[in-house]
């Protein structure tokens, strides 16, 4: 009975305003909430498909980095026995730079083989016929295998090729001798430019990225390509610092450290090989076509909120003749606003009502990019003049001093307020400063022509002192630094002898203020 009740009974015309106020918010909040699940839904879905998208791109360059080095490994192995079990003699190098000729042609990918003695010199190469009298002895995967007994594939840092001038990414093996003592080197290079081929024919977008690396950090391949490809090293990015330590394989979330693009990647560390390959696709191509989605959604979002708006709105108007009363009201309200907003000794407006005119008008310019002008003044030696004469004829003089500053500022859209005690304030909406120091300048003679009598000035009539500062604004909250430079030049303008203007154009930075000064 109390439900039948509740909805029986008549709303006051302002609960059934309200509460036709309240459904429509009720629906505009659920139907941006909705949007905005949707949305996030289709940004989750995208960050899936290109993690998935990326993870299949350093697959393909896993495969094709696994299958290249382990042929090489498998030559190398081959060659590094062949040697070990016939020695290195004269008559042998012929037939030797002959098969590794023939296995070269074979073997996509690699780009030479070599075999070193154990001095470092050449003793057959896949590119030339007799003996070399080069020497490899300095080269780091020599190094390495000469005090390392290890008879593991070594994969080396990109180097320069003697033969040819490419970069090459060096794949070595150690040969012993048959009492197990080093005998030299067997190496198969393989050139940088055979991956950053394969990379070029991967579709990924123009700020995506595929690259190998060392487990040290050190690229081996990279597209794009960077200059420095021999010496750059990114084990401080976060693949290296962060996921790799954690996890062979993944994706993330970064930011490079070559070029400073955020990207979506995916990483793997290559099983029983020091590389890594990874790939990323960039964020910002990612939701590019996710951010015409959102346009789209928020435009029907915004069309239906109005419809509805509208709908609520007429409702509500025929509402509103129900509200006869509360309309009286709201005019007495109106009334005491105004009164709130008016300063009451001088009628100008009040502080309150220049800060909220200030913010408007500051706003506007901000969109219409125009220019605005604030004239801050302050009466010379006011205190001085209520010492002598008292704070009674001290009002007189506000009040006096007022209306000639409401006379100086008008066009219906100037302002002109005080500001506290015996400073004044106008505002003066697309105005640049040679319009404004016009208007301060008006208001500084007019009030010198007053001959308002002031015996403790050193001038002994009534003066005032102001700064002009005009801005366009670029900052919708720098309107307190305007504010701020106008005080500024006003103390200038006291310090340079009262009853003169100091004016600028003010820009956001201070150091780049440019002042001219109106004597007056």
């Known amino acids: 009975m109390t439900l039948v009740r509740f909805f029986s009974t008549r709303l006051t015309p302002k609960a059934l ?56 490994d498998n030559t190398l192995r081959d060659i590094a026995e062949r040697v070990a079990h016939d020695g290195i003699i004269a008559d042998q190098q012929t037939r030797l730079t002959t098969l590794l000729a023939r296995q070269v042609e074979r073997i996509d990918g690699i780009q030479g083989l070599f075999i070193f003695d154990a001095k470092g010199n050449w003793v057959a190469n896949s590119f ?63 050139p940088v430019a055979y991956f950053q081929s394969f990379f070029k024919r991967v579709d990924i977008d123009n700020d995506g990225v595929i690259f ?127 009164i709130a907003m008016t300063d009451s000794l001088t009628s100008l407006a009040n502080r309150r009502s220049f800060d909220v005119a200030l913010k408007k008008e500051w706003g506007r310019a901000l969109r219409n990019q125009s220019s605005l002008a604030v004239i801050l003044l302050d009466i010379d030696w006011f205190k001085q003049y209520n010492d002598h004469y ?23 859209f100037d302002i002109a307020a005080r500001y506290g005690g015996e400073e004044f304030v106008i505002l003066l909406p697309e105005t640049e400063l040679a319009g404004a120091i016009v208007v301060a300048e008006k208001v500084r003679r007019s009030i010198e022509q007053a001959q308002i009598q002031h015996s403790t000035s050193a001038l002994g ?35 340079n002898g009262r009853n003169c203007i100091e004016a600028a154009s003010y820009q956001r930075v201070p150091s780049v203020v440019c002042c001219e000064s109106n004597g007056g």
Not at 43 to 59: G, H, M, P, Q, Y
Not at 139 to 145: G, K
Not at 164 to 184: K, V
Not at 262 to 275: F, H, K, M, V
Request: charged share 15%; proline share 3%.
């Open 17 to 72: 305003s309200n509460s036709l106020i309240g459904f429509i918010a009720l629906v505009c909040v659920l139907l941006v909430l909705a949007t905005a699940w949707q949305m996030q839904q289709s940004a989750n879905e995208r960050v899936d498909a290109a993690k998935v998208s990326v993870s299949n791109i350093v697959l393909a360059a896993e495969q094709l980095a696994r299958d290249t080095m382990l042929q090489a």
């Open 128 to 190: 030339a016929q007799g003996i070399q009298t080069k020497n490899n002895s300095d080269r780091a995967y020599f190094i390495y295998h000469r005090d390392n007994t290890s008879q593991a594939i070594h994969i080396g840092s990109i180097v320069e090729s003697r033969t040819t001038g490419e970069l090459i990414i060096p794949i070595s093996r150690r040969i012993e001798s048959s009492d197990g003592t080093f005998a030299g080197v067997a190496l198969a290079t393989i």
């Open 212 to 338: 190998l690396a060392l487990d040290k950090g050190e690229l081996l391949a990279r597209r794009p390509t960077v200059d420095a490809l021999m010496t750059t090293n990114i084990s401080k990015g976060d693949i290296f610092s962060r996921y790799l330590p954690h996890s062979d394989s993944g994706t993330a979330i970064i930011k490079s450290v070559v070029d400073g693009v955020e990207r979506i990647y995916a990483y793997r560390r290559l099983s029983g090989l020091p590389i890594v390959a990874a790939a990323g696709i960039s964020y910002q191509q990612v939701f590019a076509p996710w951010w015409s989605y959102v346009f789209h959604s928020m435009t029907v979002m915004a069309v239906i909120i109005l419809a509805l708006a509208l709908l609520g709105g007429l409702l509500y108007r025929q509402i509103q003749q129900l509200l006869v009363a509360e309309s009286e009201l709201n005019a007495a309200q109106d009334k005491l606003e105004i």
């Open 390 to 412: 008292g704070h009674l004829p001290g009002d007189d003089c506000l009040v006096e001093v007022a209306a000639l500053i409401a006379q100086s500022a008008s066009r219906p």
């Open 461 to 495: 009539i009534i003066t005032i002192s102001a700064g002009v500062v005009a801005v366009c604004p670029t900052d919708k909250n720098s309107h307190r630094d305007s504010m701020a430079e106008a005080d500024r030049l006003l103390y200038c303008a006291k310090i």
